[in-house]
């Protein structure tokens, strides 16, 4: 029996979210690189591609070509399309804004995911939870700063990735019980893959890039072949992105979300370095006193859910 297998559920499940946020905090850092010189849907499709090859060995490792059966396509598609969203939304903001702000933004996705854990999945969201909540949604204006000077509606687009990615991962709850993780992530790179062809072979040939505008630049630029240095960033990319979706699969499958969701934090301090060693990005202290809210928000509602569990389990115990 490995060290793994004694720890309970939402531990197992937490420390599978921490290993893959600091795959994808490499995978993000590989993307806004390489923002300045290749398309978005191209970037995604080539990171699919190559995150697919090794999809296909932890399909392998959990029993084959089998694990990918499912009764429930329609879900997976649901599932894979809003993941694809909320990276559309998330690298669109990255291209312009520096790593650890977009992160922080992103950092509400654990406040959604709270606030869709009742009606989607049935579980008890109290009233000082949705204190909690409403907290961390004013870190969330704190760093927006709507009004000011420096308020930029570009912002925005974590905010809309960070819902984006609350739903994803309602649907991987949904599934996560009945569907291994490998599969999980094959239906997902799939999805990435399908899509970013069909906005390639829609957008790719760069008629609609007549905004001089970073963003719409990346998004709607011409395809281009990847030269060498480029085509080996994808596949680090690539492999990142297949561990940290395997990774970030397995959590949400080991664990109850409103457990795992706070630690999505945990990638906050990547950020913060490798945005300063990479672009020399450092936060404000505006910016740190609203991401600080938001990530004691997130904290708070762990310590609630697990106070919870342990008043639930006595009172098993009890009836017992």
Same mark, same amino acid.
């Given at each position: 029996?490995?060290?793994?297998?004694?720890?309970?559920?939402?531990?197992?499940?937490?420390? @599978? !979210?921490?290993?893959?946020?600091?795959?994808?905090?490499?995978?993000?850092?590989?993307?806004?690189?390489?923002?300045?010189?290749?398309?978005?849907?191209?970037?995604?499709? $080539?990171?699919?591609?190559?995150?697919?090859?090794?999809?296909?060995?932890?399909?392998?490792?959990?029993?084959?070509?089998?694990?990918?059966?499912?009764?429930?396509?329609?879900?997976?598609?649901?599932?894979?399309?809003?993941? &694809?969203?909320?990276?559309?939304?998330?690298?669109?903001?990255?291209?312009?804004?520096?790593?650890?702000?977009?992160?922080?933004?992103?950092?509400?996705?654990?406040? $959604?995911? @709270?606030?869709?854990?009742?009606?989607?999945? *049935?579980?008890?969201?109290?009233?000082?939870? /949705? !204190?909690?909540?409403?907290?961390?949604?004013?870190? &969330?204006?704190?760093?927006?700063?709507?009004? =000011?000077?420096?308020?930029?509606?570009? =912002?925005?687009?974590?905010?809309?990735?960070?819902?984006? #990615?609350?739903? +994803?991962?309602?649907?991987?709850?949904?599934?996560?019980?009945?569907?291994?993780?490998?599969?999980?992530?094959?239906?997902?790179?799939?999805?990435?893959?399908? %899509?970013?062809?069909?906005?390639?072979?829609?957008?790719?040939? *760069?008629?609609?890039?007549? #905004?001089?505008?970073?963003?719409?630049?990346?998004?709607?630029?011409?395809?281009?072949?990847?030269?060498?240095?480029?085509?080996?960033?994808?596949?680090? @990319?690539?492999? +990142?992105?297949?561990?940290?979706?395997?990774?970030?699969?397995?959590?949400?499958?080991?664990?109850?979300?409103?457990?795992?969701?706070? $630690?999505?934090?945990?990638?906050?301090?990547?950020?913060?370095?490798?945005?300063?060693?990479?672009?020399?990005? /450092?936060?404000?202290?505006?910016? $740190?006193?609203?991401?600080?809210? %938001? %990530?004691?928000?997130?904290?708070?509602?762990?310590?609630?859910?697990?106070?919870?569990?342990?008043?639930?389990?006595?009172?098993?115990?009890?009836?017992?």
């Amino acid at each position: 029996m490995t060290y793994l297998t004694t720890l309970n559920r939402n531990t197992q499940g937490i420390l @599978c !979210l921490v290993a893959a946020l600091a795959f994808l905090t490499i995978s993000d850092s590989i993307i806004k690189w390489l923002s300045t010189g290749l398309p978005l849907h191209e970037i995604m499709l $080539f990171r699919g591609i190559f995150a697919m090859f090794l999809v296909f060995v932890f399909v392998y490792l959990e029993g084959g070509l089998i694990t990918l059966k499912t009764r429930r396509p329609v879900l997976h598609f649901i599932r894979g399309s809003m993941l &694809v969203l909320a990276n559309m939304f998330f690298f669109l903001g990255l291209a312009v804004m520096p790593l650890a702000e977009t992160v922080s933004l992103f950092y509400t996705a654990p406040l $959604f995911i @709270c606030i869709l854990s009742q009606p989607v999945l *049935g579980e008890k969201v109290g009233l000082l939870r /949705w !204190l909690v909540i409403i907290a961390g949604l004013i870190g &969330v204006i704190i760093m927006l700063r709507p009004g =000011s000077e420096v308020f930029r509606s570009i =912002s925005l687009l974590p905010v809309l990735a960070a819902l984006s #990615y609350a739903v +994803m991962t309602m649907m991987t709850r949904k599934l996560g019980m009945r569907e291994k993780a490998s599969a999980l992530t094959f239906y997902i790179q799939l999805a990435f893959i399908l %899509i970013s062809s069909i906005v390639g072979l829609a957008i790719g040939d *760069g008629r609609f890039d007549i #905004y001089a505008n970073e963003t719409t630049g990346f998004l709607l630029r011409a395809w281009r072949w990847p030269d060498l240095a480029q085509l080996q960033l994808l596949l680090l @990319c690539g492999v +990142m992105v297949a561990f940290g979706g395997y990774l970030i699969s397995q959590a949400y499958r080991l664990g109850e979300a409103a457990a795992v969701a706070p $630690f999505e934090y945990a990638s906050l301090p990547f950020a913060l370095l490798v945005g300063f060693y990479l672009w020399g990005d /450092w936060p404000d202290w505006i910016s $740190f006193i609203g991401s600080g809210l %938001i %990530i004691f928000s997130g904290l708070l509602v762990l310590y609630l859910e697990n106070l919870a569990h342990k008043k639930l389990h006595q009172h098993a115990q009890i009836d017992y």
